[in-house]
């Protein structure tokens, strides 16, 4: 049992340890946009906005990998852009290339063979290109029209040879890069939505409006109305509540099927429902995102919740199983 937690410690101090080489080259990148960095990352931005196509995202090896996941956050976050295999474009894929493209190359050592036709296709066609190295007299940086020059940083490799903190600080930068063009456009949630429709996340920026109970599905009650009226509504409606409106239709109070249990339990005398309600309940809007009513619903642990319209009329319902239904809980 000794040797097995002295090589479970081993395990977590080699973790440590990486972890810390590569937060020392997070600091280091941090600072670094306070010089040259900043100031091409500025013009980066800039080109990106002015061209009327796409980035063009490439790079080779662990780079590749990089450049892939650039390209794709890019393109979920408003900025239209693609990842093209260096070695795929010596084989026809130079013509998914465009000269209203920007393109953007990944090389940490700057000398990676397979991005040279991109850089002479670019040159020839003048298409605008960045690149994203550590080495400023690269054949890369010097074919570049922008150099975004990441500063040498230890790789976590303890022989030096994997790109582990390299391509880390690649990954940073293009995250930086993309969110700096999503806060410019203004890009939303709402945005974000149109790219995002699958999966639990396209889930949780659904509105509240998408995925609620209207009209005559809503379990609804006037002040006077009798324990009978309350039950039948609730079994009716089966969603363990109802809203209760005034006579203007405001949605002025709200009872649960937990409610309801307990004043029977305290043998309170239960005349009309203004007599049991909890009165101005939390409410939402339309509008709310769908994991932001998960959260409230966890908060305040509820079970449904009301929407209601600017005037504070009941327009919809939301029960917890809708939620899960769509996967957001």
Avoid at 8 to 16: F, G, K, M, Q
Avoid at 82 to 93: I, N, Y
Avoid at 157 to 170: E, R, V
Wanted: glycine share 8%; charged share 20%; with cysteine.
């Amino acid at each position: 049992m000794a040797r097995d937690t002295d090589t479970a410690n081993a395990w977590l101090e080699s973790a440590r340890r990486a972890l810390g080489i590569e937060q020392e080259g997070l600091l280091t990148l941090f600072a670094a946009l306070d010089g040259e960095l900043g100031v091409n990352l500025s013009r980066s931005i800039e080109a990106i906005k002015r061209t009327e196509g796409r980035v063009i995202v490439s790079g080779m090896g662990k780079s590749g990998h990089i450049a892939r996941k650039i390209a794709a956050t890019l393109a979920s976050t408003g900025t239209p852009a693609a990842f093209v295999h260096p070695a795929e474009a010596s084989h026809g894929d130079l013509g998914m290339i465009t000269t209203k493209d920007v393109v953007l190359l990944l090389s940490n050592s700057g000398e990676s063979a397979e991005l040279k036709d991109i850089l002479n296709y670019c040159a020839r066609f003048s298409v605008p290109m960045m690149a994203m190295t550590a080495d400023e007299k690269s054949t890369l940086a010097r074919a570049a029209d922008i150099v975004l020059l990441l500063p040498k940083a230890k790789e976590a490799c303890p022989n030096g040879l994997a790109p582990t903190t390299s391509t880390l600080l690649q990954l940073a930068l293009g995250d930086a890069l993309a969110m700096a063009l999503l806060e410019d456009k203004g890009f939303t949630a709402s945005h974000f939505r149109a790219f995002h429709p699958g999966g639990k996340l396209g889930a949780q920026i659904k509105h509240a409006s998408d995925i609620m109970h209207k009209t005559e599905e809503l379990p609804l009650v006037r002040p006077d109305a009798t324990l009978a009226e309350i039950i039948a509504e609730v079994n009716a409606k089966r969603f363990g509540c109802v809203g209760i409106i005034d006579s203007d239709g405001k949605l002025m109070g709200m009872i649960t099927d937990g409610d309801l249990r307990r004043s029977l339990a305290n043998d309170v005398k239960i005349s009309t429902a203004a007599a049991i309600m909890t009165r101005a309940p939390k409410t939402i809007h339309g509008d709310m995102l769908a994991g932001e009513v998960i959260e409230l619903i966890n908060e305040k642990q509820i079970t449904a919740v009301f929407v209601v319209d600017e005037n504070g009329k009941p327009i919809g319902l939301i029960h917890i199983h809708d939620l899960l239904r769509i996967g957001v809980a």
